[in-house]
């Protein structure tokens, strides 16, 4: 791209806002969704007055390191990446290489110096736009479709957080109650794709929800994510079971060998968010066969150049590419919608936590980013395409300073509900 002297931007001042957003009692195999989920916000200034927008994980330590970041990154020029990520890395020298920012324990190994380069990274291709009249899709290569397809992501849950009223969403503990949540998100959404997140009940209770969305849905294609709850004998037991019957099996057992074991005895194709998740992690699943599809996820591999870099190693050695989410607001949709819309291989749909989210709650203005028929359409305007709306920027960060949580701890609240609740990895 032929950069002009005034569409070059040096950062002139960086804000880091921690803010919560209401979630819901969805379980999974470490616990249970505490009531609030948190995020940090990330705006970076630069001298002619533009704001770049990141979003990521707001767990406490995750938050320092953000905030020794933002201050390393002064004079940084937006078109520099590398020097950005360059100095996050001297920053952070000597801190952990590696972590489990935001993921309750379940996702541990990813590349701390990643993480905290992702939103940064975010923001400055949001000013690259700005400055040019771009969207982030044409800055990364060029979108290769218009719409973005999503799944249904169904989670198992309870009717309300203990001592709350029912929520909107109501109890899902059971096919029967599995395939209605499922009718709803079709209906609201219009997903074409559906995931249930497993590793909560039996596996067979499991094996019997996902028969009964095949016999009410025929046509989508389907997945279990369990996040290695099985041994790699009861994998491949359910992996036999469901021949013909998911399009991938997710994350059955803890580790690569494992996971190894596992894909050479069923036939589906295995994908993780948990046994390759940053790039020392590639060749050692590579060379043992252990998964078929990688789940990118901007947060945690460097942002939306370093994810694209890792969907090119996956085209490299045939290995399919899909998205994985965690609870978020609207500036990590709109960055995992113009990163799927300029990545060629990103063919499966991709996760979203965004249905279990209060539908108004967000930290940016509203109409941007909708959904229809379970895609949203990738954002023309220049940048990620979304704006910040400070009131509600204000009144979610005064909901993080309330609520008290500063880290993310399905087993902590699932055990204060519940003391004789045991964390069991595999647990069946
Ligand atoms: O939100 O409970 C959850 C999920 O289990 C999430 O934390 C996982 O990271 O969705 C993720 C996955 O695909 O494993
Ligand atoms: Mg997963």
Redesign the pocket.
């Known amino acids: 791209l032929p950069v002009t002297d005034s569409q070059r931007q040096r950062v002139t001042g960086v804000t880091v806002t921690p803010v919560a957003f209401k979630d819901l009692p969805?379980?999974?195999?470490?616990g249970v969704?505490e009531p609030y989920a948190l995020r940090a916000i990330v705006e970076v200034r630069t001298e002619d007055g533009l704001i770049g927008l990141g979003e990521t994980y707001a767990d406490a330590d995750h938050l320092a390191r953000l905030r020794l970041a933002a201050d390393e990154i002064i004079g940084t020029d937006v078109w520099d990446v590398n020097e950005l990520a360059r100095r996050i890395r001297v920053v952070l020298a000597g801190g952990p290489g590696t972590g489990d920012h935001?993921?309750?324990g379940?996702?541990t190994g990813t590349s701390t110096a990643d993480a905290i380069l992702s939103p940064f990274e975010v923001a400055f291709l949001d000013i690259q736009g700005q400055a040019t009249g771009l969207p982030v899709s044409t800055l990364l290569g060029g979108a290769v479709r218009d719409t973005v397809d999503y799944s249904g992501?169904l989670?198992y849950k309870w009717a309300a957080h203990p001592g709350h009223e029912p929520d909107r969403w109501g109890a899902a503990l059971d096919p029967d109650g599995i395939v209605a949540q499922a009718r709803r998100m079709v209906t609201e959404y219009g997903f074409s794709a559906l995931?249930l997140?497993g590793?909560v009940f039996p596996p067979d209770e499991e094996i019997e929800a996902i028969h009964a969305l095949r016999r009410a849905f025929p046509e989508h294609p389907l997945r279990l994510?369990p996040?290695g709850a099985w041994t790699v004998e009861t994998s491949i037991r359910v992996g036999q079971e469901l021949d013909g019957v998911v399009e991938y099996l997710?994350?059955p057992t803890p580790g690569v060998e494992g996971m190894a074991e596992v894909a050479r005895k069923v036939p589906m194709p295995l994908a993780t968010?948990?046994c390759v998740v940053s790039f020392a992690g590639i060749e050692p699943a590579v060379r043992r066969d252990a998964v078929g599809v990688v789940?990118s996820d901007h947060h945690f591999w460097g942002g939306l150049g370093r994810s694209r870099l890792l969907a090119g190693i996956c085209d490299t050695f045939g290995l399919g590419v899909s998205m994985?989410?965690?609870?978020h607001l609207g500036i990590s949709l709109a960055a995992m919608t113009h990163l799927a819309a300029a990545t060629p291989n990103l063919t499966y749909a991709c996760?979203t936590?965004w249905p279990?989210k209060d539908p108004g709650e967000d930290v940016i203005a509203p109409g941007a980013l909708t959904f229809s028929d379970g895609a949203v359409a990738v954002p023309t305007t220049p940048g990620l395409g979304v704006t910040l709306d400070r009131d509600m920027l204000g009144r979610l960060h005064e909901q993080y300073l309330e609520c008290g949580l500063r880290s993310r701890d399905?087993t902590g609240y699932m055990r204060g509900i519940d003391p004789s609740y045991e964390l069991l990895s595999p647990r069946w």
């Open positions: 969805l379980l999974n195999t470490v969704h935001g993921m309750a379940m996702v992501y989670f995931k997140k590793g994510d996040n997710e994350d968010n948990m789940l994985h989410s965690n609870s996760d936590h279990w399905d």
